[in-house]
């Protein structure tokens, strides 16, 4: 029997299954289960995914889903699932939907009233978080900072005052260059942890002050995933005045945000709500 056993009668199930982030063998039980036995996998590469499955001797058909090709495969998989196909989606490492082009397709599924089903599993974040050694009671995951423009330097300046441990994704080439404005940003004395190829054979902890692990990797450029994790702030830090929070608006108009955007960045990260925000801008532009 299939895995899409309906919560509607003749509808199939998105199966929402995390992958190891590194070693093979945190592979859980269901999620061979599942695999083995949905009608189609969709992998972020099905090169990767391949691996996998003949690790675990999973059979199943495999089809590409990722940022350059998802959203166009997207009715189709809502129009299988009606027809009671059930479906795994995967990412190539830790759990979909998270930083991850699978998200689309999770809010397409839940909006047209299909079900969704989340197994849990290995995840990058909630392994450096822990392993990191700083508060885990409240934390902040904002993924990939953006490149440059489109808010950065909003969002670098905001984590300033933030008082919940802070995860973030780098790649190696910018990890140097990352940490370094953070120093900037943040405080270069801010305690920091590179949590680097985590469960692999590789795995490395680099641990230090956000100036000091700026100098680290710009002299010995790293390789393989990253995650970088900060502690809160723990020294009083002035909360952003008027003028701070015009400035915020301002950089991020400037570099091409929308303004629904620019009230909920902006807002997420005062005690203002979003359309008080929404209409301060709104009032600068009359």
Known sequence: ???????????????????????????????????????????????????????????????????????????????????????????????????????????????????????????????ALVGSAFSTNRFLFEGFLPRKGKGRNVILQSLRSEERTIVLFESPPRLSATLDDLAQAIAPHRLAVVARELTKIHESWHRGTLAELARLFAATPPRGEMVIVIEGATELVTPPDDAMVEQWIATALNEGMGVKEVARMVAGRTSLSSSVVYRMILDRKT
């Open 1 to 127: 029997m299939k895995a899409g056993s309906q919560l509607k009668k003749g509808i199939g199930t998105l199966y929402i299954v995390p992958t190891p982030i590194g070693n093979l063998e945190d592979m859980t039980f269901r999620a061979v289960r599942v695999l083995q036995s949905v009608d189609c996998i969709l992998a972020e590469d099905t090169r990767q995914t391949a691996i996998l499955c003949r690790r675990y001797e999973i059979l199943t058909r495999r089809v590409s889903f990722n940022e350059h090709n998802g959203q166009g495969k997207i009715p189709w998989i809502l129009e299988q699932m009606n027809a009671g196909m059930a479906f795994a989606l995967v990412s190539d490492a830790g759990c979909p939907g998270i930083s991850d082009p699978g998200e689309p397709l999770i809010g397409q599924v839940v909006a047209a009233g299909l079900p969704l089903e989340v197994l849990p599993g290995p995840s990058s974040v909630t392994t």
